[in-house]
């Protein structure tokens, strides 16, 4: 009895090299998709802020477009453009919505496809 309760003391706990090397491997993986995230994400928040700006300050279909054309000039927007978005007019007040892709390569033919879609009354 009491050699059992030795060999349960003196057993070793704790992580495996290959268990090391799993979670090395997974960490870095996550970091490398984050970091092509991120930008993809501050993008859209700066293409939320164009067509919030567009549709507060256009009347017409034109005017919103340059609108968001030259706040996308400024904050260095890619993905979309003016001509890409929908206006219409509901109760006089000018309602823009857009939808675009951005995609991140991940390995062979895999693809992390990020879809946006936004209404802005």
């Known amino acids: 009895m009491r050699m059992l309760n030795i060999a349960r003391r003196t057993r070793q706990r704790g992580l495996s090299f290959l268990g090391l090397v799993f979670l090395a491997v997974v960490a870095v993986a996550l970091v490398a998709i984050g970091?092509?995230?991120v930008p993809i994400f501050i993008e859209y928040q700066a293409v939320l802020k164009a067509a919030k700006k567009a549709a507060r300050e256009g009347a017409t279909v034109p005017e919103v477009r340059a609108i968001f054309d030259r706040a996308a000039v400024i904050d260095s927007i890619t993905s979309i453009q003016g001509s890409d978005l929908e206006v219409t007019k509901h109760n006089e007040r000018v309602?823009?919505?857009?939808?675009?892709?951005?995609?991140?390569?991940?390995?062979?033919?895999a693809y992390l496809v990020y879809r946006f879609e936004k209404q802005i009354p």
């Open 95 to 109: 309602q823009v919505s857009f939808s675009y892709t951005r995609e991140i390569a991940l390995a062979g033919p």
């Open 35 to 37: 970091g092509q995230s």
